[in-house]
């Protein structure tokens, strides 16, 4: 007969996998609001600004026993967006360097001949 520990454990265990099913069915549904990859394995929840995050969705998913209801009240916080689109949300959230010198290398420019010239004199 197994212990109460190990029956609580298995019992957690069932509970999160559950979670985790019903995240990717979730992500299934909804592909990135940015660029429209529907991939789940790249999408992630990007919390917005105007609300409070409480905690993050994908370890309340695998590392809690969360119920699901306080997870998606959690996710109706958030739009899914890529990896990519959500490291690039945030980096202009946060106004990092990288991002203002990408932006101001992106900006249209003139190419005289002084730019193609490798020797500075």
Same mark, same amino acid.
């Given at each position: 007969?197994?212990?109460?520990? #190990?029956?609580?454990?298995?019992?957690?265990?069932?509970?999160? *996998?559950?979670?985790?099913?019903?995240?990717?069915?979730?992500?299934?549904?909804?592909?990135?609001?940015?660029?429209?990859?529907?991939?789940?394995?790249?999408?992630?929840?990007?919390?917005?600004?105007?609300?409070?995050?409480?905690?993050?969705?994908?370890?309340?998913?695998? *590392?809690?026993?969360?119920?699901?209801?306080?997870? *998606? #009240?959690?996710? #109706?916080?958030?739009?899914?967006?890529?990896?990519?689109?959500?490291?690039?949300?945030?980096?202009?959230?946060?106004?990092?360097?990288?991002?203002?010198?990408?932006? *101001?290398?992106?900006?249209?420019?003139?190419?005289?001949?002084?730019?193609?010239?490798?020797?500075?004199?």
């Amino acid at each position: 007969m197994p212990s109460k520990g #190990a029956k609580q454990y298995e019992m957690q265990a069932k509970h999160r *996998a559950r979670n985790f099913e019903l995240m990717i069915q979730y992500l299934l549904a909804h592909p990135c609001v940015d660029c429209g990859i529907n991939d789940p394995v790249v999408l992630e929840f990007d919390h917005l600004p105007e609300f409070a995050k409480r905690f993050e969705i994908a370890r309340a998913i695998t *590392a809690s026993t969360r119920s699901w209801a306080t997870i *998606a #009240a959690e996710m #109706a916080k958030c739009e899914v967006v890529c990896a990519n689109c959500h490291r690039r949300r945030t980096a202009k959230r946060a106004r990092t360097r990288k991002y203002l010198i990408s932006e *101001a290398l992106s900006e249209p420019r003139s190419m005289g001949p002084d730019m193609l010239n490798d020797d500075p004199q």
